[in-house]
């Protein structure tokens, strides 16, 4: 799939390597586009009825669903019936001649059992970088179990201090294991490729979701490591740190982050209370913090008495970080997105999704081509009718 007239190459840096994306759902097909919009050839490999979040909607968008459409331009798909030994061997032979990388979020021990698990393939070819994106990691009691993103906000922890103190377990809206995922397999690849430049050798490389909301949680996790406290919920807050929440207005919400006796310090003023600066309750951070039930208490009767823009406006011209909690169509809608370039058109298609969120040189990498359809490019291992790329 060579890049678009348009697409300068210093934007595909991983022109000419070749990911084989044995992948579903979030977590690999991430990992996939990373690689795929820096100019990665990833060819995708499907069970017949197709990667389950093709039909994850709706809503839909030109064929499959929005979120599969968002996670998997730019790639081949090709179909295989992994009951089927000749299909399976097709893709281990392509897998040993021309691939680079492999990337695998099957159940546990489905690759073990068809024979393209990492320690096979990599004996087969030496230099392959082979990356397993598991459930709850290789090892232990639950390394057989299978996972989602909901299953592992709940066990790793993060759902127990989201949401509001006496209220139900909340799940992160965004698929934070799922992608967080997805982004430490680029790193553990990255690595592996750098690596490789120097020993011609491959690794495998294990990530996992359940090790991944570990890591999302480790901040809160070294507090109880220190105290033996278990972290509540935190509401909109953040634990150790106060003032340092969101709060409702006349019209809507807003952030205020006064993370520091600085920033407190504005903070008073700027609500026109300066005798807050001389209250023993909040004359540095840890005394906010064992006061905060009543600081949080005087700062909500306040904003709410005053619009969000308002409250921006001031809080702004005093230095102190802030911002009106925006919805989706807000944040699409702000120019600060439009000023950035965020949202892209893919090629010969009426879609539109966000870019990678990252620049080289002032410049975003771009997709080169739609989302397949299923088994669109079926010819590129199985030779067997024409390829569309």
């Not at 979040?53 to 996670?71: D, I, M, N, T, Y």
């Not at 082979?130 to 009691?141: D, I, R, T, V």
């Not at 909901?150 to 989201?162: E, K, R, V, Y």
Request: hydrophobic letters at 40%; proline letters at 7%; glycine letters at 10%.
């Amino acid at each position: 799939m060579p890049p678009l007239p348009s697409t300068p190459s210093a934007l595909r840096p991983f022109e000419g390597l070749v990911v084989v994306e044995l992948g579903h759902s979030v977590a690999a097909p991430f990992a996939g586009h990373i690689l795929s919009e820096l100019g990665a050839r990833v060819v995708k490999i499907e069970k017949q009825e197709g990667d389950d979040a093709r039909h994850w909607g709706p809503p839909f968008w030109e064929g499959a669903s929005a979120l599969f459409q968002a996670l998997n331009r730019s790639k081949a798909s090709v179909v295989c019936n992994f009951r089927d030994p000749a299909h399976v061997e097709a893709v281990k032979s392509f897998i040993q001649t021309q691939a680079d990388v492999v990337l695998q979020n099957l159940r546990p021990g489905q690759v073990d059992k068809l024979g393209i698990d990492g320690p096979s393939l990599c004996a087969l070819k030496p230099s392959l970088i082979y990356c397993n994106l598991g459930a709850f990691g290789s090892e232990g009691p639950l390394k057989d179990r299978p996972g989602y993103d909901p299953l592992m906000q709940a066990f790793g922890g993060i759902m127990s201090t989201t949401g509001e103190e006496g209220r139900p377990a909340v799940r992160v809206g965004a698929s934070i294991v799922d992608m967080g995922t997805g982004l430490w397999a680029i790193i553990g690849i990255l690595t592996a490729l750098y690596e490789r430049q120097t020993t011609g050798v491959g690794r495998v490389v294990d990530v996992s979701l359940f090790e991944t909301a570990t890591s999302w949680v480790s901040l809160l996790a070294s507090q109880y490591l220190a105290s033996g406290q278990v972290a509540q919920k935190q509401g909109s807050g953040a634990t150790g740190i106060a003032p340092y929440k969101a709060y409702t207005t006349r019209d809507g919400e807003i952030v205020v982050a006064a993370g520091s006796d600085g920033l407190f310090k504005r903070l008073a003023l700027a609500v026109g209370h300066p005798e807050w600066l001389e209250d023993p309750r909040f004359v540095d951070n840890p005394a906010r913090v064992q006061n905060q039930v009543v600081l949080y208490g005087m700062l909500d009767a306040l904003l709410v008495t005053q619009e969000t823009q308002t409250w921006v406006a001031c809080f702004e011209e005093a230095g102190i970080p802030c911002s009106a909690v925006q919805n989706i169509a807000q944040m699409v809608a702000h120019p600060q997105t439009e000023a950035l370039k965020l949202i892209q058109d893919v090629p010969g298609t009426g879609m539109r999704f966000f870019g990678l969120p990252l620049r080289f040189d002032g410049q975003r990498p771009q997709s080169t081509s739609a989302p397949p359809q299923l088994g669109e490019h079926q010819n590129q291992i199985f030779n067997t009718g024409e390829s569309k790329v």
